[in-house]
């Protein structure tokens, strides 16, 4: 069953393309899972994070404060403004523009450790950012959507916060709870937990790529080129960020890593929570989860590729 595991997160990356390739193809095979159930499989992978986080993980926020500070104000500056620009600059209907802009203004995702650590990057760094974007996205994540889309579309701003705390901050709290009181169950529910997230966000994708197969057959290529270049433009950016700051190569990976690579599963369920009358707004969201997770490989591999080449 561990093998199992390891090889779902290893390939977590396929397993999501696979689910939202099998969404398109044959949507009607899943039009009986309402989205409502987006909401409960988002905290089922919080409440994993939950578990999987260590007291260790929060003593970078106060022994490298500065590195963290740098690592978030990049997270809540770069993508947000990225995710603007490129709605704007694509002329994205208000349905796909609000769902980038969610995409934006999330915290990093879970993923990114994984990738981090692959790319031979600073993991502290990355758990550090990972957790404090995540507590700062209750109050981060609604005023900024409502900064950048609130004039287009009516943004709840108290609603969405309310959200996150239950959707997110919530299970992260029940999963540290639970490894306090049950450290041995924890500690063997370690190898299963990674693969749980994984089949977790296929299904997450594939509930909002079948909803939505038609129309995104019909006019995706637009949504697909923004969503990559998103991606892409906060790698990029974070290492830049880094790079002008003189940091550590190790610390640029984190920050390019961890500024790229959002929680797109939130920016889904805040877009079917909040933006029901937007149908679209989910699928920015759905279709980040597939990419990051194919962009976040190559890039990890690359960085180890360099590593490589100039210990030659």
């Not at 500690?187 to 994984?198: D, G, I, N, W």
């Not at 594939?206 to 998103?230: E, R, T």
């Amino acid at each position: 069953m561990k093998q199992l595991c390891k090889l779902i997160s290893d390939y977590m990356g396929v397993l999501v393309l696979a689910a939202a390739v099998v969404a398109l193809v044959v949507p009607s095979a899943f039009s009986g899972i309402k989205p409502t159930v987006i909401n409960p499989l988002l905290g089922v992978i919080m409440f994993g994070m939950g578990m999987a986080l260590r007291l260790e993980d929060f003593k970078i926020v106060f022994s490298r404060p500065k590195d963290v500070i740098i690592g978030c104000v990049a997270q809540f500056t770069i993508m947000p403004l990225l995710a603007w620009g490129l709605a704007k600059a694509f002329q994205l209907d208000e349905a796909l523009a609000v769902g980038v802009v969610l995409v934006g203004c999330c915290p990093g995702g879970t993923a990114s450790n994984v990738i981090t650590y692959l790319a031979k990057g600073d993991l502290a760094l990355s758990v550090g950012m990972t957790g404090v974007s995540t507590l700062l996205a209750p109050l981060l994540t609604p005023l900024l959507t409502w900064a950048l889309a609130g004039k287009s579309v009516d943004v709840d701003v108290v609603g969405m916060l309310l959200s996150i705390l239950w959707v997110v901050i919530l299970p992260i709290v029940a999963g540290l709870v639970v490894k306090g009181l049950w450290p041995k169950f924890t500690e063997r529910m370690t190898a299963y937990l990674p693969a749980v997230s994984s089949l977790a966000i296929a299904f997450i994708v594939l509930i909002i790529i079948s909803a939505n197969a038609q129309k995104l057959l019909m006019g995706g290529m637009v949504i697909i080129l923004v969503v990559v270049l998103h991606n892409l433009c906060g790698l990029s950016l974070g290492w830049l960020i880094g790079k002008l700051l003189r940091l550590p190569d190790a610390k640029r990976r984190a920050i390019s890593i961890e500024v790229g690579m959002q929680n797109s599963g939130l920016a889904s369920s805040l877009a079917t929570l909040h933006f029901a009358a937007y149908s679209m707004a989910p699928i920015p969201g759905a279709i980040f989860s597939v990419w990051h997770n194919i962009s976040g490989a190559l890039v990890a591999r690359l960085y180890a590729r360099t590593d490589k080449t100039q210990t030659m």
